[in-house]
């Protein structure tokens, strides 16, 4: 199985800061890449796929980047509505994996 | 507007079963590959199971191969997990997901699975 491990596990931000979010895979997994962010009580919403396409309706202060084994999700401007947490996933083959999530809080 | 939305959840004794319902609306179910995704109270998120469109191909995670069953009925707009021999680690939030390339693009709100005497 694909291991994902993403870093930090959670961080403190204020808004309009720059944050950086790290996904690392336990073996290549071409571009094959997601994130997600999740609210607590919502449904999870699809950020980025194939490592660096924005998901229809997501604001350009997101972005991704990274192929094979390295991957970065970036917010560069950090909003008050993008205080959530955040996974990235592996979709290169079953079994999906997500990384353990980054809770991103205000500092 | 796609929309997602699971039923059946509640809570079941150890060893014992449920069955979730995810009635699909907004687009066409039948050519779109379909998922459970699960999330244990304070943890991350899980994939479960995966089916695709036709249901010719099936995959599990490994914690729950041999006790969680998908099936779909596209005449239905509908996607289904039947789970038995329940652990209280399986408690969780399931949400259904459809995914396109093995990505979710589209999630339902989810429901809470208590499993416990």
Same mark, same amino acid.
Not at chain 1, 70 to 97: H, K, R
Not at chain 2, 21 to 35: D, E, H, K, L, V
Not at chain 2, 41 to 51: A, C, Q, R, T, V
């Given at each position: 199985? $694909?291991?994902?491990?993403? *870093?930090?596990?959670?961080? *403190?931000?204020? %808004?309009?800061?720059? %944050?950086? $979010?790290?996904?690392?895979?336990?073996?290549?997994?071409?571009? *094959?890449?997601?994130?997600?962010?999740?609210?607590?009580?919502?449904?999870?919403?699809?950020?980025?796929y194939?490592?660096?396409?924005?998901?229809?309706? %997501?604001?350009?202060? #997101? *972005?991704?980047?990274?192929?094979?084994?390295? #991957?970065?999700?970036?917010?560069?401007?950090?909003?008050?509505?993008? #205080?959530?947490?955040?996974?990235?996933?592996?979709?290169?083959?079953?079994?999906?994996? #997500?990384?353990?999530?980054?809770? %991103?809080?205000?500092? | 507007?796609?929309?997602?939305?699971?039923?059946?959840?509640?809570?079941?004794?150890?060893?014992? +079963?449920?069955?979730?319902?995810?009635?699909?609306?907004? @687009? +066409? @179910?039948?050519?779109y590959s =379909?998922?459970?995704?699960?999330?244990?109270?304070?943890?991350?998120?899980?994939?479960?199971?995966?089916? &695709?469109?036709?249901?010719?191909?099936?995959?599990?995670?490994?914690?729950?191969?041999?006790?969680? &069953?998908? +099936?779909?009925?596209?005449?239905?707009?509908?996607?289904?997990?039947? =789970?038995?021999?329940?652990?209280?680690?399986? &408690?969780?939030?399931?949400?259904?997901?459809r995914s396109v390339n093995y990505a @979710?693009d589209?999630?339902?709100?989810? &429901?809470?699975?208590?499993?416990?005497?």
């Amino acid at each position: 199985d $694909i291991q994902m491990t993403q *870093s930090p596990s959670s961080l *403190s931000a204020s %808004v309009g800061d720059r %944050v950086t $979010i790290t996904c690392r895979a336990s073996q290549s997994i071409t571009s *094959s890449l997601s994130w997600y962010q999740h609210k607590p009580g919502k449904a999870p919403n699809l950020l980025i796929y194939a490592a660096s396409t924005l998901q229809g309706g %997501v604001p350009s202060r #997101f *972005s991704g980047s990274g192929s094979g084994t390295d #991957f970065t999700l970036t917010i560069s401007s950090l909003q008050p509505e993008d #205080f959530a947490t955040y996974y990235c996933q592996q979709n290169y083959s079953p079994p999906l994996t #997500f990384g353990g999530g980054t809770k %991103v809080e205000i500092k | 507007e796609v929309q997602l939305v699971e039923s059946g959840g509640g809570l079941v004794q150890p060893g014992g +079963s449920l069955r979730l319902s995810c009635a699909a609306s907004g @687009f +066409s @179910f039948r050519i779109y590959s =379909m998922n459970w995704i699960r999330q244990a109270p304070g943890k991350g998120l899980e994939w479960i199971s995966y089916m &695709t469109s036709d249901t010719r191909t099936i995959h599990y995670a490994a914690s729950v191969k041999g006790r969680f &069953t998908i +099936s779909r009925d596209n005449a239905k707009n509908s996607l289904y997990l039947q =789970m038995n021999s329940l652990r209280a680690e399986d &408690t969780a939030i399931y949400y259904c997901a459809r995914s396109v390339n093995y990505a @979710f693009d589209y999630w339902g709100q989810g &429901t809470l699975v208590t499993v416990s005497s």
